[in-house]
């Protein structure tokens, strides 16, 4: 069943002089498009610092072994996409995803002078900062800047989430956090918040009043248009009863119908293994096994596979060498799943750590991992990612 | 248009505390600023106590570890290890709790306030309680004191020492990020030094550390003794001199007044008046007191401009709504937990710059849940959402807690959940309306939405009165205060102070 369009949204013609409520609501009623192909990003956080050594397994290295003499997965375990990889056992969807060449995966990324906090470490991956720099907005965000400039509503990033994270948030323009599209429907109908926000009168225009109200306007209109498109389009297809499979599937009905989202974020975790990482990372790689199967099923089915790039990544990596509680401590560079069928590069794209060449028992990253947000900026969201990153980095060749 | 000296005095309470307090309604109109502000130094002058909130299992395996003496530190086992660290999570969240209740009870709201602002500024994040607790001890005591004074505690604290990387920074293995961030967010800011000049400031700090106790130690054979330049000046400079260096530079004052302006009196600068302050503050060679002074008597700081300019953080938020409507909670993890899905978490700063404040607090979701804290309060609402994970405080355990549902019943029985987030939990305040309602007991009833909205609100933009008085309860005239009071309390307006 392929979805034909007769609606159509008209992005980001309306202008600013709309802010406030009603004119704002009426404006929705009106025609609307979207671009036929209308390339989105799906963003997988893997929070906690997802191991990565025993995510794409180099079983051909006794050096690995070595470090691991317990956690270490064996080589018939694994299962081996090259001579010298394998994915972690519950993986068997990426498997296939590798077979079908709709998987990329990216080794030794990082950034310089890694920092071993979670909270920091995210912080530098959210804000695509360097790691001495303190900057309070997100890569997501500044794109919302730089393309919604002049637009009404922030859903063209949304996070599956109660709260928003730092990436999504940019200098002028915030994305939403939606969990469940029609509970943020229900809240934000409440017949006191309409009446408040109609009964605004915009004054002075500078006051920071102003800019509550316009959050709130943004967000009360927000809500009705997630929820109406949420239910144009939902999908029929099956997915995992779990927190990880329910997002998917509402990014999943969200795509098919005609919103004009770009950017879909969503967390795993917590990959925090410092104890018994084995079972831990085996359930939360199901989870995610299972949800990304069925989304990447649902998303062929319909046609849209090769719109949607879906891609993870996660604060750090961990170290080389397993601890004394069977599992792992922070570590630094990671790999990073690329999943479309639009990838131009397919397979692993680039060697695995080298493990003979450690810095204090940390894998070395080759991979700057703002060198894969410009080229999603550019070459999938045909963004400027020099204006958005401040500063001009090297396209990759994955698209 | 001249202003009442009932807003004039809410604004001072709102800026150098955390808003008036139920107490003080009778209060607001009979008094100057001057003569309220007066009052809230006088509140002030006494010495803090010590906050100690430390589990005597952790106090006892301290004592333990300090018998065996620091060269064989005492190996702890797996499980010992885990227990710290959980009792060391839960005297963290002891502390936040406790000064929490502090900022919400004092008279010496001045103090406090100033103590939050420190706590931003010299922003830190640790997992250690006795270092927490030490590091909170420097900063209420100096809130109102001499920032040099200050600075020098604060440097010398195991908690900021640990935080940044200090204790790694040797004479053979210089780590420059202590240094750095004294330069950087602690004193001069960004641009006003070298990248010289912070390897030479490395140098200086080279052996600066802190034991298990979290008591300062010098380790003289990790110092460098040698000769440094720093900011031009030459000598064979220790820590502690170069924080006087740091002070000398007239750059230090202009920026923490700059700061200080901008937190205390209005987000956009005004370059003339942080001059202005930022010279006497420097000729009073960093005198706190004086400052503040300066700013809450001037004439300026009651400029319309500067009433309800600000938006509220979510500490200033939460603990004014309690200050004015006194409550009991059953359920205290609730605070915790909206405390971090609002985005201000106590003793957890995002980063050593602290919170970015002003319109960084709002988003669509902080804004939603911001506004419906009142009906939280009053029962008729749950807290249905999930706070994000912070995995540096969880340490991997955050997953057994997640197995506990949120109960429907009050008790607050779990512990560990509102670190992880729970779902669909009430707050169970049991809030104290007499004094409240008894303030407006000789205020016509056709008059009540209007003096409960010149009590709770400072904008000059103000909601529809027809609309509370719609939304309020009309079956008697104390029902009629206290839900018009919540419906005030949940509009835009109230975010701003």
Redesign the interface.
Known sequence: MHIKRKEFIQIGSLATASLMVPKFLKAFEGKSMVLPGNKVIVILQLSGGNDGLNTVIPFRNDLYYKARPKLGIAKDKALSVTDEAGLHPALTGFKELYDDGSLAILNNVGYPNPDRSHFRSMDIWHTASQSHEYWTNGWVGRYLDAQCNGCDKPTQAIELDDVLSLALKGEDIKGIAVKNPRRLYGTANEKFFRDVMRSHKDEAGEQPVDYLYKTMAETLSSADYIFQQSRMHPTNAEYPKTELGNSLKTIASLIYSEINTKVYYVSLGSFDTHINQDAQQQRLFTEMNDAVKAFVKDLKQQHRFEDVMLFTFSEFGRRVNQNASNGTDHGTANNMFLVSGGLKQKGVLNPLPDLSDLNEGDLKYNVDFKNVYATILKKWLNADDKAILSKQYEYMNFI | MSLTNQLKNQHLMWRAGFGPAVEQLDDLSKYTPKQFFKALVKASEKKPDYIDVADDYLKGLMMGIEEVGRQQKKELD?DERKKVQQKNREGVRNLNMYWMHEMVGTASQLREKMAFFWHGHFAC?NLNVFYQQGLLDVIRRNALGNFGTMLKEVSKSAAMLNFLNNQQNRKDHPNENFA?EVMELFTLGRGNYTENDVKEAARAFTGWGANVKGEFQFRRFQHDFGSKTVLGRTGDFDGAEVLDILLEEKQTARYITQKIYKFFVN?KADTDKINWLADRFYKNEYDISKLMEDIFTSDWFYDEKNI????KSPVELLVGIQRMLPMKLENEEALMLLQR?L?QLLF?P????GW?GG??W???????MR??IPKLINDVDEM?????????T???M??VNMQAKGNKKPGGQQSGAAYT?MRRQQINANVDWQPYVKHYESVPRENLAEAISKILLQ???R??M??IK??ADQTGRENFIKTATL?VM????Y??C
């Not at chain 2, 995002?350 to 710059?353: L, M, Q």
């Open positions: 797996a994040r750095r987000e309800g300019a600000q938006i899905v985005g957890y995002p980063n050593v710059a970015p319109k960084n709002i988003d669509s979701s902080s804004l939603m506004m419906r249905n959402v999930k706070a994000k994970d912070d995995d540096d969880m340490m991997g955050k997953d987030g904008t000059k933009s909601v529809s027809d609309i719609q939304y419906q949940s509009t835009p307006e975010q701003l």
